[in-house]
């Protein structure tokens, strides 16, 4: 989607749509949220958006996706995967080796899971399935929203205060976002191997 086209739907729908392409970016439908979040701060800035407004908008969208997701991998995932999963290669025992992975560092995964793409999108689905308790995952998914979602609309409207941003070039700012993320666990990746070696 082009940011001319987003711009529409944004001036269509006003702060809906953020909501919806929030909601649908958590549940596993591919949008463009860090972009989206960025354009929303330089918009802020702009006086086209309202802080208020705009940032529950994506606070909500990206919450009750997770929530939603939640809720599926509780009810769904769990049968899903005991009945088919031997038909995709997930065993019993392939199973509780991820669910024992996964349940030790479950708090820091919902809260910081938002910043890696894919992860975020499977995090909540997999809580359910791994049955995190419910008043738990509502708090370290609301911390974890927060978290993600004020730092980039915050980085769009300083960036769009300091600079004259261009909305239409706030997709590639969303994918050197992404590029420096990659660089940092690469580094991290290799500074652990180095450890590991000596």
Do not use: C
């Not at 038909?87 to 708090?107: H, L």
Request: charged share 15%; aromatic share 20%.
């Amino acid at each position: 989607m082009n940011i001319d086209t987003l711009l529409h739907y944004l001036d269509a729908y006003g702060y809906l749509i953020i909501f919806v392409f929030l909601f649908f970016g958590i549940v596993g439908i591919p949008a463009p949220e860090e972009s989206l979040l960025f354009l929303i701060g330089v918009l802020i800035e702009q006086h086209s958006l309202a802080f208020l407004p705009a940032v529950l908008s994506a606070f909500f969208g990206a919450f009750i996706g997770m929530l939603s997701a939640f809720v599926v991998g509780k009810y769904i995932g769990s049968p899903f995967i005991h009945k088919y999963g031997k038909y995709i290669g997930i065993t019993e025992e392939r199973w509780a080796k991820v669910k024992i992975k996964y349940m030790r560092n479950v708090r820091i995964t919902i809260l910081f899971g938002f910043y890696m793409p894919g992860i975020r999108q499977i995090s909540p689905y997999f809580s359910g399935i791994a049955k995190i308790s419910f008043l738990e995952f509502l708090l370290y998914s609301s911390l974890g929203t927060v978290l993600w979602i004020v730092p980039f609309i915050l980085a769009g409207y300083y960036a769009g205060s300091a600079f004259n941003i261009n909305p239409e070039y706030v997709p590639y700012l969303g994918v050197l976002f992404l590029l420096i993320f990659l660089l940092f666990v690469f580094v991290n990746f290799l500074k652990k191997r180095r450890e590991n070696i000596d």
